[in-house]
């Protein structure tokens, strides 16, 4: 299953040593946005995103990402179920939460499944690339 | 009308002036026992009995005595000896001697010389003499009730036969009066007994409706451990309540005379002290020691005389919610029908609490997930669009930077615009938590809402208050009226083509505080106001029925539509 819906990008421009990144948003438009803008970002490799759990789960066990960027307001209310498996895996990766607006039951719920981080969907790219890209690596 | 067996027949042997002695001594005995029923009182019975005795048989000294159930005497009344004669006899008679005798045979006894009587023990030291004696047992069905004791006949040397006749007669009838005055007081005993039993089945009466009433949390303690106390007339009582945090008991409530607390802490885990104990064990608990059985408890409460204290779990099924304490300034012992009802006092009073909590609950749960409902379509439908678009323009201003320092600029601009309506559609997500408004604030809530109303709907818009009848209202329906007055202000924006509101919050009577949002447009036909106000107007019902209100719309085509809303409020104290 590895590499399926993996996108491509240029590549050429990456470090070797980028961080691998999936990303978990229902909203297609939101999800190619992060894609464009993310993949710019030279210290990332965006290496797949989607919105269906199945999908997803699937796809970050074969892709093996670094970082796994996910918005947890779903409609199918398995944002937290989500961070909870990832959490799970062996190797898990760091676990960014982005959302539009914070709870604060919500944060604290997020943070007690796993994620290493809690932020908001301000358009603010580089200082989001800047935040995950430097969550420190767990053990 | 006298028939023949109604008249007493004269003596065979007699004369006129015997007939007429035992007539007047008939009608005498008569009057006598009359008097004896006419007091329902033990003692007073008893009163009456001495004085017909002494009366009818001419004697200078009556006495009476009831005898306990181990041969001697358990009252003894005297009639004719003075104060100050009495109080230099040694010692009450014992039951020995003559009475002994009496008591065993439970024959009269009549001599003319007590001395002289071959059983006599004589009279206890300081006793004034006396000589003649005349001795009856009060016996009813075989079961001795007492003695008449009658000494020194007057103007004669002895009592006679006739005398010893008289007064085994009136004997006979004090049995029957002493008898019905004991089972009068049995009754009585039984009055109250069923009285207390009344009150106890009012107690869990009113448990009952509570637990099926919506009433405030803080409210139905107060009521519960006023009646609780009332039943067992405690002197103080507490109430301590089962945190959300499991194991830790927090006071809810105290009441009585006692000291603020009982105790030094507020708080009590499972198994500290005697609230802890009693939640632990789930069985009530009590206390007389209190001197040596104090841990935490204020030595202010010894201080006030407090001396026995009671712990009561109160259960739902599967947990102790609760423990109710009750305190008495006597040292009180918990009779064993007592214990069954406290038991049902804790089953019962924590069943209502239980039921307050998750009505609490299930109130809170509501409001969450109309909250939640309206965040999720914010962000599902706004944010993300905008927060997607805005991506797109940081990247495209990325390419630009270079050749266009100018579009890029512009595009900066559009961001910080997106950016803005972001944080605009956050706050007002957070706006909709309720607990923000209290009171205090409602005034300052509305005044705002009618302002930026105003401003966005160029409706005319009047706000009145009355102070009073805010702070009548119970502080946790603040934010639904608010609430309400937002959709409705909603609905006349959208719908209404009105020219004026008006909204008033005031007290129309006592207990009622009314909340109205009027407007001058439009109107519409009743008939349809369900799909032409839809969800907002079934979310203003609910908000409503939720907190004991009731919500009126009245509207036809032309003429305006008014929302009434009447809220149950707290009472003038």
Redesign the interface.
Known sequence: MVGTNILSIERSQQFVNAAKLYIIDEHPGVRAALVERLGRAANLTVIGHGGDVDTVMTEIRGGKPDIVLLEVKRKDGMGLEILRQLAALPRAPRLAVLTSYPTSWEEQAAIRAGADCYLLKDIDSEELIKTIANLPISA | MVTRENQIKPPATGDAKAYSDLRSDMVALHRATLSLFSDLSLEGVLRRVIHAARELSDARYAALGIPDNEGGLETFITLGLARDEIDHIDHQPRGDGLIGEMMRTGQSIRVPEINDHPLSVGFPAGHPPMRSFLGVPIAAYGRPLGQIYLTDKLNADEFSLEDQRLIEMLAAHAAAAIENARLYQKVLENENELSDRNEELGLMYSLATAVSSAMDLDKLLEVMLQRVMKLFHAGAGEIFLLEEQEGVYQKAIHLGDAPQSFWDVDRFRLGEGLIGMVAQEASPRWTTDLNSDSDYLRKSVLQSGFKTLVGVPLTAPGKVTGVLTLAFRTERVIQEQEQGLLGAVGAGVGIAVENARLYRQARRVAVLEERERI??D???GV???I?????????AR?DVQERAPEAADRIGKA?SG??KS?RD??SY??DLQPSRISTDDLPKALERLTREFKANTLIETDLMIEPEAVRRLNGSIAADLFHISQEALANIAKHAKATRTWITVRETSEGTVTLQVIDNGQGFEMESAPELLGHGLSNMGERARLFGGELAVVSSPGEGTTITVRIPSEPVN
């Open positions: 965040g999720m914010l962000h599902d944010i993300q669009s927060f997607a678009t805005g991506l797109t323009l940081e990247y990325l961001i997106l950016n972001i559609i956050r997500i957070l």
